[in-house]
Nanobody
Framework: QVPLVESGGGLVQAGGSLRLSCAASERTFRAYSMGWFRQAPGKEREFVAAISWSGGRTNYADSVKGRFTISRNGAKNTVYLQMNSLKPEETAVYYC?????????????????WGQGTQVTVSS
């Protein structure tokens, strides 16, 4: 099991911003591609964004393009999700995930390790 610890969730008004963080062990962070998913109550988990192990390639769900940015900081062993212009329908638990492959696809089965999730609530 590879520990991934998310933080940064909370309550924000529609149109506001949040930055999520996912801290990983050093070995994990350097070797793995990282992704963010979210799951709203009663809905399936859906892909949000991913970044390759080198940081040179990113992928976003169409619904968040232009508003969300995924990035990684090697010195801090952390991956971030900057979320701007948030919408009430984006209220969900947001999960960080790690893949042992050079992988930024939106399929959850391609990710090997998952964090416990952090709640994001966007009020209207």
């Amino acid at each position: 099991q590879v520990p991934l610890v998310e933080s940064g969730g909370g309550l924000v008004q529609a149109g506001g911003s949040l930055r999520l963080s996912c801290a990983a062990s050093e070995r994990t962070f350097r070797a793995y591609s990282m992704g963010w998913f979210r799951q709203a109550p009663g809905k399936e988990r859906e892909f949000v964004a991913a970044i390759s192990w080198s940081g040179g390639r990113t992928n976003y769900a169409d619904s968040v393009k232009g508003r969300f940015t995924i990035s990684r900081n090697g010195a801090k062993n952390t991956v971030y999700l900057q979320m701007n212009s948030l919408k009430p329908e984006e209220t969900a638990v947001y999960y960080c995930a790690a893949s042992i492959r050079d992988y930024t696809d939106p399929i959850s089965g391609g990710y090997d390790y998952w964090g416990q999730g952090t709640q994001v609530t966007v009020s209207s």
